[in-house]
């Protein structure tokens, strides 16, 4: 069993430990052996490199002073044998820097010269410059003359330009003004009538187009316009109505105004058709589209602006012709055992007579909407009426193409028999 006292050094105390108390204790005592034997050594090492360093030190400046005066026993002796030769060495030293002391002076005198020449030269490419931007400016200022005066012309020109447009638009105003509601409906009719008279000669020879001037039943309209075939059969009749305002009258009219009248007066004259031909309620988008049909407030009646004139005439006489050739058509079927095949291709032409009929409208709408482009700007509403009427003339023509051999013989219990055969 160990013995865990300790004796203190100084005072000779004892003292008893544990074992982890004396261990510790044991342990630092040989750290702090282990501590002083390595700074002893450490110590030594350092005075044995110290010396060894002062002696290098000794050895190599004893060696280095050997050689310094070697080295200037060396250069004593160069000197001795080489003094002359450099003395003839400077001097030619001193000639070559002589020499080239001169070549560039030479050099500096050479490149003031052309310095100073191209000095000159550019001071006479500045003098020009400043001569040409002198001479642009004045150009400039020409120029600026010139156009502000080709303006000022300009602009008068189209100043006078518009001034008399503005005159001559006051002047249709003040003649307009100045007309009576009869006298502009008056100048309607001239319109149509001569419209009409420019194709008499030509599309409607067999036409009768004449102003109603019978008022037996009370009232009467404006024309009738009848035509028939070669056998006196009537291909279609129409009763116009022309209606005009002048724009500065208290009172507007309408042109539902109008509807019943024209209507009763198509049924006293016997005509199939009512057209209304107005210039009312211009910026009625309704009236503006082109050939409207009204057929849902009087039978068989249109309401048109005066440029739809002869184009509605056009179409209501193809239609009114080939119905009566239906008729015709028709008629021979009941009386002779004709081939129903061919009845029907009859059909299928009047399809592609009435489609090429409503090809040409198109087209002379095309050209009535460049003859409008040139006219008055308040006209331009009625270019839109125009290109607005080619969906109508679709429908017309839709119309058309539905019409079916079934259709022609609805209520026909004979015709209805030879088809069922067929």
């Known amino acids: 069993m160990k013995d865990n006292t300790v004796k203190c050094p100084n005072c000779k105390e004892v003292f008893k430990v544990d074992d982890s108390v004396y261990t510790d204790i044991v342990k630092q005592v040989r750290d702090q052996q282990f501590q002083d034997e390595l700074n002893n050594r450490l110590e030594s090492a350092k005075k044995e490199r110290e010396n060894a360093i002062a002696l290098a030190e000794s050895n190599l400046k004893r060696t280095f002073q050997e050689e310094l005066a070697q080295k200037q026993r060396e250069i004593d002796a160069l000197e001795a044998k080489s003094k002359s030769e450099l003395i003839v060495e400077v001097s030619k030293k001193e000639t070559t820097i002589s020499e080239l002391e001169s070549k560039l002076q030479q050099a500096e005198n050479e490149k003031k010269i052309a310095l100073q020449d191209a000095i000159r030269d550019i001071e006479k490419q500045r003098d020009q410059l400043v001569n040409d931007v002198k001479l642009k400016e004045a150009e400039k200022e020409n120029i600026e003359k010139s156009l502000k005066e080709d303006f000022r012309r300009e602009f008068d020109h189209v100043a006078k330009d518009l001034k008399l447009k503005d005159e001559e638009i006051e002047r249709l105003k003040d003649y307009k003004q100045k007309l009576s509601t009869k006298m502009l409906g008056e100048t309607l009719e001239q319109h149509c009538e001569n419209e009409f008279n420019k194709l008499r000669a030509t599309a409607f020879q067999n036409a009768y187009f004449e102003k109603d001037n019978d008022a037996s039943g009370g009232t009467k309209g404006d024309y009738i316009y009848r035509e028939e075939d070669n056998n006196g059969n009537e291909i279609i009749s129409i009763m116009f109505e022309m209606k005009n305002e002048n724009d500065q009258t208290a009172s507007k009219k309408k042109n539902e105004d109008f509807f019943a009248k024209l209507d009763k007066d198509r049924t006293a004259k016997g005509c199939e058709y009512a057209v209304l031909v107005t210039m009312l309620e211009a910026d009625n988008e309704f009236?503006?589209?082109?050939?409207?049909?009204?057929?849902?407030?009087?039978?068989?009646?249109?309401?048109?602006?005066?440029?739809?004139?002869?184009?509605?005439?056009?179409?209501?006489?193809?239609?009114?012709?080939?119905?009566?050739?239906?008729?015709?058509?028709l008629s021979i079927i009941r009386n002779q055992n004709i081939d129903i095949i061919n009845f029907e291709d009859k059909i299928n032409d009047f399809k592609t007579g009435f489609a090429r009929n409503y090809d040409l409208a198109s087209r002379q709408f095309g050209d009535a909407i460049k003859e409008i482009d040139k006219t008055m700007t308040h006209l331009q509403k009625t270019k839109e009426a125009l290109l607005s009427s080619v969906n109508n003339l679709r429908l017309a023509n839709n119309k058309a193409e539905d019409l079916t051999i079934k259709k022609l013989t609805y209520n026909n219990p004979t015709m209805k028999e030879k088809f069922d055969n067929l």
């Open 287 to 329: 009236y503006n589209t082109g050939i409207v049909d009204v057929s849902y407030k009087y039978e068989k009646m249109y309401v048109i602006r005066p440029q739809f004139f002869i184009p509605i005439i056009t179409l209501l006489r193809n239609a009114g012709m080939k119905s009566l050739e239906y008729k015709a058509e």
